[in-house]
């Protein structure tokens, strides 16, 4: 039984004057110390019981309401289902069986095949995948989803410190099974709902000039040129490297300069219906053409596998390590090529609706978080932040 803070003689005349507070809280019984009233800040009294089950795993479960239900009939159906315990019936899962309420190992694939699959790209899939693997489902996968407590889910976030952007993202992956739960009439809650997520630090990392020439030059020295060649393709454009990962040379009209991103490359995409029409500027174009004579390749995947030229790369990794570290630039990220763009193009002078319309922004508020002052131009963004490249790539050279 977890360590009970209060503990009282639980009566009529007790639980009614127990006041709500700013968040819930548990009163336990000394005489069935299973037995416990959980007072809501919104004053409802709920009664409940604390037990095992067979397997050793921790339950707390409700099962009646203050004044609907006497402390001393609450008290008496919690030392029966102490007692059914022990003969190994389980009451409360009888319930949710006839009920249908499902684990939340069975609600995640649910969420996977109804949700995830159909309106996520394929790495967001995978990211929540591995929250689910790694976090979510050691704590709560063998719950049925209305005993999962706002308490427990507090309590599993704090203990979550080492990565606090990783528990975070777990805690709204939890948060969004939740609320399709609700949606399915299956739970009236979400316990997820007011929970503080970790601080997180801005990450967002922009080189100097001086830098940028540095990170080609080691670009340019390194010898995985597929993978080169997709940096400097998300550095004329400011894709994503998902976009870049599973790129086809059919997305791409080489003549007339263009890359049309398909909805399912498109974080989000699928479900918002989304693409995006991406201007090259000559130097990207020359680029891949080079990257073409170089693979020999000019169908299927722009850059696959090593290993299965059917299937698409699955990162670049290995190449990004070594390039940050022959650069210097330990705390260079791939996303920051995204941000070093879009700060390039707001020096340039072109405009947040411009740049937002080139890396496929919905809101101009996403946007609004790189720049530092705005400007106008009529031109594309690609092409002024090319002319920048440009020059970082003739230092290297001279």
Sequence with gaps: MPNAKRREKLTKTMVEKLQPEEKEFTVWDIEVKSFFVRVLPSGTKSFGVFYRDERGRQHKRSFGRFPDIRVSDAREKASFVRSDIKRGYDQFEEQNKKRGIPSLSDYWTVYLNDHAKPNKAARSVQEDESLWKNRLAPTFGHLSLDEISKASVRRWHKSEPKRFT?????????????????????????????????????REYVPTKAELQKFYEAIGADQDRGAATMTELLFYTGGRRGEALNATWKEFDLDKGVWIVPAEHIKNGKRLKQRIRRRLPPAAVELLREWQYESGCSSGYVFPSLTDPNKPRYDIKAFWNRVRKRSGLSEFRTHDIRHTFASLALEQGYSLAQIGAELGHRSPQTTLRYAHRDFTSANSPASGVAEVLGMAIKATDS
């Design 166 to 202: 990783a528990a975070n993202r777990a805690l709204m992956l939890l948060s969004k099974m939740m609320n399709m739960a609700i949606d399915d009439e299956l739970i009236e809650r979400n316990p997820c709902k007011g929970i503080d997520h970790f601080p997180e630090k801005a």
